[in-house]
């Protein structure tokens, strides 16, 4: 039945998605009405309940989600020591047997769907679209991922040969275990496609959810399992940053897959390079994303376009539009827009369809929200937004007007940090070159937009623009919205490392390293 309901691919914006939400809705009350539980740690394919117990609490009311173990160095090192004898097997496999026991988690995945999404949405306070999108999305990244290992035959290649006795071949190989460590905002997709990305690797995996997304952590663990994945290979960790520390300090690991904040990566970077011999570390991090709104640009797509992608998910997506340049002959009609559309924005508890924007996560995004807001008042000017909502539903979380800011000098903090926030800050612009060029001059290179109808403009934009992924003129969204296989996501200068992204063909590489084998096939061999 659910078969002939649509995808939710976040650029599929004008499709009904009724069927789809109602399934949704109806998890969403079914959940709400179980009572809380425990969720152990898994070690070697059993759970486990060492370690200190917290409760998980909802964004969106401070329900309880459940109570998790943080798990301490006896966990971290009996975690890592499961996975290293599991890699023995598993890394070993025929990489055809890897695939297809990897391929039936992303259809364990679409069997489980609506549960996970509605987990997603419990735990993070995201939208009934965000969050089937991003389930969506961990389907076809784990697909996508596997086409890649069939496409390139395992990754093993003959090579030339010197001398005619002489047989070469090339084949990537595991590295050993990874530690897989995920942030808070797309918990199931992202934690999956690290994941999948070692598994097809031929690694065995110690998974850390954000402390803030262990049901969702919980539920990667489980698909593995009914998947069939042998136990020891994937293992999870639940806690924060203690637990991700002591598995970056742990000489048992042999490679790390990290996406999170940039202070937090470059941590990790820091600690690694410190810790004896050097190892692989895949790191996607943070973004301050600017999109451009030239004179020859259709305005109401511009406008939905930018609020889609500044405010969607409360703006806690690293490609979220935190900047836009607008040219000043349609600055004052882009505005009007704009701010009509992100004052028309329902904001509430994620409990039905309608709701577009959610709480911020805790907290700590609150005061930063507060202080960029006070901020922005003394240095700029706030053109819409800027305040904390109140009363009823609002009192069980923080929830904030989606924020837009004028006026802000250029080299302004707020215009050159990641904000995490439904935070906009707007520039005005006389010459396209001269705004790209500040557009670029952030330590982020992660994603960058822009409308325009002008080809000359355009071509201008995809050729200056220094982040990994550009888009231009999609109202669905400004500078969000990658999909695996569709758009590549790679973050440039301070959003990455490695050069090449998430999502795209040259990511399930990098969990694997190459080895050439020769071979000579006469006694000739031993001259
Ligand atoms: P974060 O950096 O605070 O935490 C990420 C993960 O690292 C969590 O699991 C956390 O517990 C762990 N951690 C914290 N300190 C650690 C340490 N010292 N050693 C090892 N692990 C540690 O990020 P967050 O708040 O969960 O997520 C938001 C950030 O992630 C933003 O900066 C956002 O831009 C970035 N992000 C990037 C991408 C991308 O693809 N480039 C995607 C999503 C989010």
């Known amino acids: 039945?659910?078969?002939?309901?649509?995808?939710?691919?976040?650029?599929?914006?004008?499709?009904?998605?009724?069927?789809?939400?109602?399934?949704?809705?109806?998890?969403?009350?079914?959940?709400?009405?179980?009572?809380?539980?425990?969720?152990?740690?898994?070690?070697?394919?059993?759970?486990?309940?060492?370690?200190?117990?917290?409760?998980?609490?909802?964004?969106?009311?401070?329900?309880?989600?459940?109570?998790?173990?943080?798990?301490?160095?006896?966990?971290?090192?009996?975690?890592?020591?499961?996975?290293?004898?599991?890699?023995?097997?598993?890394?070993?496999?025929?990489?055809?047997?890897?695939?297809?026991?990897?391929?039936?988690?992303?259809?364990?995945?679409?069997?489980?769907?609506?549960?996970?999404?509605?987990?997603?949405?419990?735990?993070?306070?995201?939208?009934?679209?965000?969050?089937?999108?991003?389930?969506?999305?961990?389907?076809?990244?784990?697909?996508?991922?596997?086409?890649?290992?069939?496409?390139?035959?395992?990754?093993?290649?003959?090579?030339?040969?010197?001398?005619?006795?002489?047989?070469?071949?090339?084949?990537?190989?595991?590295?050993?275990?990874?530690?897989?460590?995920?942030?808070?905002?797309?918990?199931?997709?992202?934690?999956?496609?690290?994941?999948?990305?070692?598994?097809?690797?031929?690694?065995?995996?110690?998974?850390?959810?954000?402390?803030?997304?262990?049901?969702?952590?919980?539920?990667?663990?489980?698909?593995?399992?009914?998947?069939?994945?042998?136990?020891?290979?994937?293992?999870?960790?639940?806690?924060?940053?203690?637990?991700?520390?002591?598995?970056?300090?742990?000489?048992?690991?042999?490679?790390y897959a990290f996406i999170g904040s940039h202070a937090v990566g470059t941590r990790i970077l820091r600690s690694v390079a410190a810790g004896g011999y050097n190892r692989p570390v895949i790191i996607e991090m943070g973004g301050k994303n600017p999109c451009y709104v030239t004179a020859s640009a259709d305005l109401d797509v511009a406008a939905e376009g930018v609020m889609r992608s500044a405010f969607g998910l409360q703006g806690q997506k690293c490609s979220s539009c935190s900047k836009v340049y607008v040219d000043r002959r349609v600055y004052a009609e882009f505005m009007d827009k704009l701010v009509a559309k992100s004052r028309a924005i329902k904001i509430g508890a994620p409990r039905s369809a309608a709701t577009f924007m959610g709480p911020l996560i805790n907290e700590a995004a609150f005061q930063r929200f507060a202080q960029a807001c006070d901020q922005a008042r003394r240095d700029g000017r706030i053109v819409h937004g800027g305040e904390r909502l109140e009363g009823g539903e609002y009192d069980g979380g923080f929830y904030v007007a989606p924020t837009i800011v004028e006026g802000l000098a250029a080299e302004h903090r707020l215009n050159k940090d990641e904000l995490f926030l439904p935070f906009l800050s707007v520039q005005v612009f006389d010459d396209l070159e001269m705004a790209i060029r500040d557009g670029n001059d952030i330590a982020y290179g992660l994603t960058a937009g822009a409308y325009a109808r002008d080809e000359a403009e355009l071509n201008l934009f995809l050729d200056k623009a220094e982040a990994g992924a550009l888009y231009a003129n999609r109202a669905s969204g400004a500078t969000t919205g990658a999909w695996p296989g569709v758009q590549t996501f790679c973050g440039w200068k301070g959003s990455g490392v490695a050069g090449k992204g998430a999502l795209g063909p040259y990511y399930v590489q990098q969990f694997m390293r190459e080895q050439s084998r020769t071979i000579m096939r006469t006694s000739a061999a031993a001259e």
């Open 1 to 255: 039945m659910n078969q002939a309901l649509p995808r939710v691919t976040y650029s599929n914006i004008g499709t009904d998605f009724s069927g789809v939400f109602g399934l949704l809705q109806k998890q969403l009350e079914q959940d709400a009405a179980a009572p809380a539980r425990a969720f152990p740690n898994l070690i070697g394919g059993k759970p486990d309940e060492a370690g200190a117990r917290y409760i998980a609490r909802s964004p969106i009311d401070g329900s309880e989600i459940g109570s998790f173990f943080e798990a301490g160095q006896g966990e971290v090192d009996r975690a890592i020591s499961a996975a290293s004898a599991a890699f023995r097997e598993w890394g070993s496999r025929p990489w055809k047997e890897r695939v297809a026991l990897v391929r039936r988690v992303a259809d364990r995945l679409s069997d489980h769907k609506y549960e996970v999404a509605a987990a997603c949405i419990r735990e993070v306070g995201k939208s009934f679209g965000e969050a089937m999108g991003e389930v969506e999305e961990a389907i076809d990244l784990v697909r996508y991922y596997s086409d890649q290992l069939e496409a390139n035959d395992g990754f093993y290649r003959p090579l030339s040969r010197a001398v005619p006795i002489e047989e070469t071949s090339d084949v990537l190989r595991p590295y050993g275990v990874f530690a897989v460590i995920v942030p808070f905002n797309f918990p199931v997709a992202l934690g999956i496609g690290m994941l999948a990305g070692a598994l097809l690797g031929g690694n065995a995996v110690v998974l850390k959810p954000s402390p803030q997304a262990g049901l969702t952590g919980h539920w990667l663990a489980r698909l593995c399992e009914e998947a069939g994945i042998p136990g020891g290979v994937v293992n999870l960790l639940c806690g924060g940053a203690e637990v991700g520390q002591a598995l970056v300090d742990h000489s048992g690991v042999a490679g």
